[in-house]
């Protein structure tokens, strides 16, 4: 397996610390909103790599923190007059939520920076005392220039860096480059009692913290998009390093953005397409065909198109799914050659940098094949395909996975009374009521085409 290490610039071969056990790290959302369309990128892709390494025999140990003491979330409490955790537990109940709507598992640990205050507060004081940090008026800052590999990750000196960041023009700070490891309380603020009198954690100092915390010194993979590569990737590996000696990371890696109308997705650009809503517009399974169908790394360009026509391949790889599980009966084939070589076309192509394009090209010409291989009756092939699809290329990818499907197969026993009274109506001629179940259904969702043979029905959305 190999990935592209962000440190190394590299391709590199994946060797885990111990044997067996991926430890991994995502950052996870500040927690001031709903998520939108460009934090589910690093969701699928990240989440599908957990259940690819498992796949492969791993052991995964995932951690996705909740950023829940910021400024935006200090400036919304103040601005609806209540506590901060109110807003921060409101929305990492919403992102669950919408985590589970999308069909992305849990991580094994998920901690709050607030949970984790007291760690952190001992954490800078160990800066303090090795010289890698320093007060100043309540204040701690962390001193770029005690870590000479600062600027590694990133690749740009300190000089560079500087000439390239917005300077701030802090007095405090001895460097404009140095960041904020506790910020003192001002009035009106939360705040944690600490050595250095009131205030709170900075942002990048709980990552370290709690990563290493729960996954020990040295992380085999830590993941996020590409925006946080500088400052925020190279300050936790500074402070990390700084504090034991050994390497924080092996392999960083980095998912590129999301472009919408060319310019990045978040919440500060107000380019926002809530999760929710293309959930509920395209599906699950259509969002995350859409983000595999581009490697990870490459940059991805939102369109209504591209959001479609992902909509349109999951649909046809449901009904094709469907049509087995109606027209033929469950059993699990025997292992042969033919399974094993496609086995090892979707390996090869996933331990290749995680190459889910590749991945799913293979998933959709064996949809194709599933479909011939039922148009001629050959059980034996179908039920192969069928396998192999369903019960580990599609999971490994986190495709057709939801626990909907269920709901979905109700909707459709239904859609076949409707079809069945609708059938009766028209032998009675009562057009204007067959024809209103049919506009009706089509509102839903649903269109029902009437043919010689009968009345069929596709779903032109997910309902
Ligand atoms: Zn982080």
Wanted: net charge neutral; with cysteine.
């Amino acid at each position: 397996m190999r990935f592209y290490n962000t440190l190394s610039k590299h391709i590199e071969e994946f060797k885990e610390n111990e044997p067996g056990v991926v430890r991994m790290y995502v950052c996870g959302p500040t927690v001031y909103g709903l998520i939108h369309i460009g934090n589910a990128r690093p969701m699928v892709v990240f989440d599908a790599l957990r259940r690819y390494l498992e796949y492969r025999g791993y052991r995964v140990i995932m951690v996705q923190n909740f950023t829940d003491i910021d400024d935006k979330i200090i400036n919304k409490s103040i601005e609806f007059s209540v506590d901060f955790k109110d807003i921060s537990e409101t929305f990492i109940a919403e992102y669950w939520r919408d985590s589970m709507a999308l069909g992305v598992r849990a991580p094994n640990f998920s901690p709050k920076t607030s949970d984790f205050v007291p760690e952190i507060i001992n954490a800078i004081q160990n800066l303090i005392a090795k010289n890698h940090a320093y007060v100043v008026d309540g204040d701690v800052y962390f001193s770029v220039r005690s870590f000479p590999r600062y600027g590694e990750l990133s690749h740009r000196s300190i000089d560079e860096l500087k000439a390239g960041a917005r300077i701030d023009l802090n007095e405090k700070k001895r460097d404009p480059l140095d960041f904020a490891l506790w910020k003192s309380a001002k009035p009106g603020e939360p705040y944690w009692k600490s050595p250095w009198g009131n205030g709170r954690p900075g942002w990048h100092i709980e990552c370290s913290v709690m990563s290493t915390k729960l996954l020990g010194t040295t992380l085999d993979i830590h993941a996020g998009g590409e925006d946080l590569i500088f400052p925020h990737h190279e300050n936790e590996k500074a402070q990390s390093e700084a504090l034991t000696g050994k390497t924080f990371v092996k392999y960083w890696l980095h998912n590129g953005m999301i472009k919408y109308t060319g310019d990045k997705m978040s919440k500060s650009t107000g380019n926002i397409f809530l999760l929710r809503e293309a959930l509920k517009k395209y599906g699950a399974d259509a969002l995350k065909i859409f983000f595999l169908s581009k490697h990870y790394r490459s940059p991805i360009e939102f369109s209504e198109e591209a959001l479609s026509s992902a909509a349109k391949a999951a649909t046809r790889i449901n009904e094709t799914f469907l049509r087995f599980e109606s027209e033929f009966s469950f059993a699990i084939p025997k292992q042969d050659s033919w399974i094993n070589e496609k086995r090892s076309i979707f390996i090869d192509s996933l331990d290749d940098d995680f190459n889910t394009p590749r991945a799913l090209a293979l998933i959709f010409e064996l949809v194709n094949s599933l479909n011939r291989a039922m148009d001629d009756g050959n059980e034996r092939d179908a039920l192969k395909i069928y396998h192999l699809l369903r019960r580990e290329f599609c999971p490994v990818l986190g495709l057709f996975d939801l626990p909907e499907r269920a709901d979905n197969r109700s909707i459709e026993e239904l859609v076949k009374i409707l079809i069945d009274v609708r059938a009766e109506l028209r032998a009675k001629k009562q057009y204007e009521l067959s024809d209103m179940i049919r506009s009706k259904l089509r509102k839903v969702g649903i269109e029902l085409k009437d043919m010689p043979q009968g009345t069929t029905y596709t779903f032109i959305k997910e309902v």
